[in-house]
DNA sequence: CGCCATATGTCGATTGGCTACCCATTGGCT
DNA sequence: AGCCAATGGGTAGCCAATCGACATATGGCG
């Protein structure tokens, strides 16, 4: 099926992936700045998405240096990555668009329509 | 926070449910349609879905009725479920706009995504 | 009669996310 | 010296929502 279904902290990751590639740690702090400080993503959230979109073909890893003894990953949007992220951001706009219509509909008449 | 994380298909069912009650059956076919035949609803994911938002105070009972010796019931949106969805959509929006800032840059050096 | 649409529901497995940990280093405050 | 915050990367176990398959019942069509 065609049918991804980004969960909003995946879905964030790719997004903050879009512009410039990052090291984990700068994912999570975008990810808070962006969500206005609203999104905190755990470590362990983030850390297992990578591995996931990793594997999926979403996120490739753009280069890789030893700090101190430890691997220090950034990550990239893969062109698929980025096609799955404007999909998903289409089908958010219909989603958007359906539900500023329907929440109109609501407005005018406040007591629901009774069925 | 009580952040909510509404999911595709929850949220999708709250949006249905915002413009006119409906009874379970009818939340799938207005889902689907709305989707454009994307979004298929299973029953599993709906009837429970609807059993948490009822318990959550988000949808609520608008008539039962029995037919057939079972009962059907109408679900409507609460007003805490329009405020939850219209605080929801607000968010998405700006998710939306985000991502096709971050998807515009992208684009602007094609060099980015290495795969 | 079999099959499909309508209609409501349960159950087990899977997925993804979350909390809570683990590790290391730099730097500032007391 | 002892501690905390920030930078940086990672695992384990538990939980909630979703998914797929199944169960059940009525009524219409060929």
Known sequence: MTDHQLREPTRLVLTVL????RHGYAIIQEVL???GGRTRLSTGTLYTA??????????GIESEEV?????????????????LLAEETERLRRAVAEADRRLAVARLRPNGATA
Chains 1, 2 share one sequence.
């Open 18 to 21: 879009a512009d410039a590639p």
């Open 67 to 83: 700090v101190g003894g430890r691997l220090r990953r950034t990550y990239s949007l893969t062109s698929q990555g980025q096609n």
């Open 50 to 59: 990578l591995d996931r979109l990793l594997h999926q073909g979403l996120v």
């Open 33 to 35: 700045a962006v969500s």
